[in-house]
Each structure stands twice: as structure tokens, then as C-alpha cells.
């Protein structure tokens, strides 16, 4: 099992920034790709970020140039800096890791959230 606690949500004026951080904890696993998700009132979750475990990013096309994801691999920590933030980027905020678990010769794959951070950007 894994966990991931995400934290740095908060309120912010249009134009200013925030960082959000997601650690993944357990024992006997590696992570993966992973990734940033938010879901605004009514509407469905959509992906913002992702990075694999090698540093390779993607972006929403809503977000780039905004937000930066990056990752701490010794820590299994994923980041997500956001700049010029703007008040349609409101939403819950959730993490996501693609975690291989390894018990003896098995390996498997499951993919894990975090329980959200809240965002709420004001105009």
C-alpha cells in the first residue's frame, strides 16, 4: 500500500503563485510516472501535469507556460509550481502515482491519488 499526502493549497490573488507538493510513502515499491489533476465545481477532472521518472514533463495546454511540474526521485515527492495564477485555475488539486509494487518474484502496477488540496484563486 501507498500513500500520498499532498500539500501547499490555499488562497491566492490573480497573479500570484503557489507550490503544491505530493509525497508517496510505503515500503517495497518504485514509483513511476506522476502526475497533477484538478476538478473544478461541476465540472470533471481534467490532467494538468505529468512527469516520468526519468524528468519528462506534459502540460495542459491551459497551463503551459505557468506551471512547472517537477519531481524529487530520492523522495518520491512530486511538485507543482504555479505562476500568474489565474481564477479559472480554482479547483481541487490531486496527485497521482503509477506505482510498481514488488512482493518476492511478483510485480505490479497500481495507480494511486492523493485526497486533493484546495486552490481558489480570487479576481
Known amino acids: 500500500q501507498v500513500q500520498l499526502v499532498e500539500s501547499g493549497g490555499g488562497l491566492v490573488q490573480a497573479g500570484g503563485s503557489l507550490r503544491l507538493s505530493c509525497a508517496a510513502s510505503?515500503?517495497?515499491?518504485?514509483?513511476?510516472?506522476m502526475g497533477w489533476n484538478r476538478q473544478a465545481p461541476g465540472k470533471q477532472r481534467e490532467l494538468v501535469a505529468t512527469?516520468?521518472?526519468?524528468?519528462?514533463?506534459d502540460y495542459a495546454d491551459s497551463v503551459k507556460g505557468r506551471f512547472t511540474i517537477s519531481r524529487d526521485n530520492a523522495k518520491n515527492t512530486v511538485f507543482l509550481q504555479m505562476n500568474s495564477l489565474k481564477p479559472e485555475d480554482t479547483a481541487d488539486y490531486y496527485c497521482?502515482?503509477?506505482?510498481?509494487?514488488?512482493?518476492?518474484?511478483?510485480?505490479?502496477?497500481?495507480?494511486?491519488w492523493g485526497q486533493g488540496t484546495q486552490v481558489t484563486v480570487s479576481s
Open positions: 497521482n502515482a503509477d506505482v510498481t509494487h514488488y512482493t518476492g518474484r511478483v510485480s505490479y502496477r497500481i495507480d494511486y
Open positions: 510505503g515500503s517495497e515499491f518504485s514509483v513511476n510516472s
Open positions: 512527469i516520468t521518472n526519468g524528468g519528462g514533463t
